[in-house]
């Protein structure tokens, strides 16, 4: 899974949508927080979410986020997209199902040129 959480990522991945374009394609990068949907063993801590009510899948009770922590995970959207759009990817998806984590306000995430 690609991850786009620091900006010493982006060289690798510019390296990969570069050779993608040398044949004509689009390429397109899917954005995704699992909230509730992972458990501690997987991410070494408590898994987060708007509400503690228990994953459905797992049983694990998420952190219920605060709404400072819910603003710096928009925010960490935000400079994800940036990155991608830094590193040549043509669009990018938040996928939002499952249970996973959605921006509150993903109208908030714009990448300026």
């Known amino acids: 899974m690609a991850c786009m959480y620091d900006d010493k990522v982006i060289a690798s991945h510019s390296e990969l949508t570069k050779r993608v374009h ?4 689009k390429i397109v990068a ?3 927080h699992a909230g509730r949907q992972t458990n501690h063993m997987v991410i070494g801590c408590q898994p987060v979410a708007p509400s503690a009510i ?3 899948n797992n049983q694990e009770t998420p952190h219920e986020m ?3 922590e819910i ?3 928009v925010a960490k ?3 994800a997209a940036r990155r991608f759009k830094t590193a040549g990817f043509d669009g990018v998806e938040i996928h ?3 249970g996973y984590l959605v921006p509150n306000s993903c109208r908030r995430i714009q990448i300026k040129e």
């Open 71 to 73: 603003k710096g995970i």
């Open 96 to 98: 939002g199902g499952h």
């Open 30 to 32: 899917q954005m995704t």
């Open 66 to 68: 605060t709404v400072e």
């Open 77 to 79: 959207f935000g400079d």
């Open 54 to 56: 228990p994953c459905p």
């Open 22 to 25: 040398k044949y004509g394609t």
